[in-house]
């Protein structure tokens, strides 16, 4: 009989911590609907104390998701534990996590607590916890390296105060799998009444070994692990939710365990968190890189073809892909274009948002000789399905490009209802693009990324852009896609812009806490 691995996902929270991933509250709770589908135990929805945008994303996600325990962060102080209480309120079944760091150079160097006060602090903040709910998490930052003793100590406290699930996190990705694997096995075996809580890990990957250490906790003893999408996070991101899922599927002969996930929603996961945060998935990423199934060498091709095993270990449709093409045409009608939304597990909100999708899949139609699955999910971004957020509307772009000469941008904004005339220079027509619309909206923001992807295979393939703004402390991810690059280039400026425009709540990034 398999015990039941709980799969704590954390990508709206630590995958939020990596520079320039951070999402919007109608993003956020898209992943976390996808999180939901995808039947992750546990969603950490974000640090409600960070910003008041973080607290009402935690709250909306909170009110909405219904099947997967709704999370929100807090240092072990009470302030922040309200905040985390009072966000994750409305939730159906809410959890607190709270955390203190626990290693000799984070006692002394940055709490400057000794380590009776750190347990003090602990033992405190799980009081301030149970007011709000009876599912509480212990994280003891650092405990990567962190002395066994005091950490037998501090768990035992803080279960004695309340604590529900015990996470011994390896904060800065330094621990190996045989010695993580032993440190866990001894936390279980000498803290007292270990039994009646769930222990948990959470792995960095700065030596590339998140997925390795997780899974050898798993062996030891622990029955949760904290994970996220795409292996997104902090510095070198956290241990790879879809890594750690397929492995203990795949070796069923080796893990006792076993997860409550729907594999085939991971890849729409993947291309979701992609695309809103601007991360790319390197294309031979296990389970979820483009090329995570393709066989190049004549001998594998071959050994597929003839037994599909010869050389995988998966199947890719259980984890999500698909050659899936749209079966219909320019000339299909509203309610085939939403059955098929639908299939993908994309929900619009309103009539008005999929009215707006349906027209701009029209438009791409009569443009677009196939049309993907992928092509779907990039027509449903934020400024197709809620046109009205845009304060920047793009009207009309022109750009001239020749040999030899410099290219010439033409736009036309409407702007707040009004419309404005631009045109500028640039070294090259997206440039020259971004300097017409900067002519007219002169945000001052900084550009931190620009990029593109060719959303399918083909020459009439819609390019997906990326563009990053920075301004005030602020950063965006704003995406366009259009088969004609300089447009979606624009879209994706003007998305920035528009999300710079609109999320001024977002006072306070996470790592400023
Ligand atoms: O890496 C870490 O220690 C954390 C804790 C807050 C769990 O993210
Ligand atoms: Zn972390």
New binding site residues.
């Given amino acids: 009989m398999k015990q039941h691995l709980v799969i704590f996902d954390t990508t709206l929270r ?1 995958g939020e911590q990596s520079p320039g991933a951070s999402m919007t509250k109608e993003e956020k709770i898209r992943v976390a609907r996808q999180l939901e589908k995808m039947r992750v135990d546990v969603i950490e929805a974000g640090f409600a104390a960070a910003s008041p945008g973080d607290f009402d994303a935690i709250q909306a996600i909170a009110q909405t998701i219904k099947d997967s325990t709704v999370c929100s ?1 807090a240092r072990a102080n009470e302030n922040d534990i309200r905040r985390a209480g009072e966000a994750i309120k409305p939730a159906k079944s809410g959890r607190i996590h709270t ?1 203190i760091a626990t290693s000799p150079i984070h006692m002394e160097k940055k709490l400057r607590m000794t380590p009776d006060q750190v347990v003090e602090q602990a033992v405190k903040a799980i009081g301030w916890a149970r007011e709000y709910t009876d599912d509480i998490e212990f ?1 003891a ?2 405990a990567g390296r962190s002395e066994i003793d005091f950490l037998v100590r501090i768990f035992d406290e803080v279960i004695k105060a309340g604590a529900t699930t015990i ?1 011994v ?1 390896d ?1 800065v990705g330094y621990n190996i799998p045989e010695q993580y694997a032993d440190t866990v096995r001894q936390l279980i075996a000498r803290v007292p009444n270990a039994d009646k809580v769930v222990w948990s890990v ?1 792995c ?1 990957n700065d030596l590339g070994l998140g997925v390795a250490n997780s899974l050898a906790a798993v062996l030891a003893g622990a029955r949760q692990v904290e994970c996220t999408i795409n292996g997104l996070g ?1 510095r070198a991101g956290n241990a790879s939710l879809e890594e750690v899922v397929m492995a203990v599927r795949t070796r069923a002969d080796v893990f006792p365990v076993e997860t409550r996930i729907d594999a085939t929603q991971i890849v729409p996961a993947s291309k979701m968190v992609s695309q809103i945060t601007g991360y790319p998935v390197q294309p031979n990423k296990a389970v979820v890189g483009a090329n995570a199934f393709a066989h190049e060498s004549g001998i594998h091709q071959d050994g597929v073809l003839k037994h599909r095993e010869t050389y995988e270990i998966m199947r890719a449709e259980d984890v999500g892909w698909s050659q899936n093409k749209l079966v219909l045409g320019k000339h299909s009608g509203r309610n085939a274009f939403k059955s098929r939304l639908q299939q993908l597990g994309i929900e619009l909100d309103s009539d008005e948002a999929l009215n707006a999708a349906f027209a701009r899949f029209k438009e791409l139609a009569d443009r677009k000789h196939e049309i993907f699955d992928e092509d779907l999910h990039a027509l449903v971004s934020d400024d197709v399905v809620m046109p009205e957020h845009e304060h920047y509307k793009l009207v009309y772009s022109h750009v001239c490009s020749e040999t030899g000469e410099m290219p010439l941008a033409k736009v036309i904004l409407n702007v707040g209802g009004v419309e404005h005339r631009g045109e500028a220079a640039g070294g090259g027509p997206v440039d020259a693009t971004f300097k017409a619309i900067e002519s007219i909206a002169g945000s001052g923001a900084e550009l931190l990324l620009y990029s593109v992807n060719a959303i399918t295979t083909g020459t009439d393939a819609q390019g997906e852009v990326t563009t990053r703004l920075a301004k005030a402390g602020r950063i965006v991810n704003g995406n366009g896609a259009d088969t004609d690059i300089v447009i979606a280039s624009a879209r994706s400026y003007l998305n920035a812009l528009n999300k710079l425009y609109s999320t001024l709540d977002k006072v306070k990034a996470q790592g400023d806490v």
Avoid: A, I, Y
């Fill in positions: 630590d962060l955390f994280s930052e650092d996470n996190p904060t959470h960095h902090e």
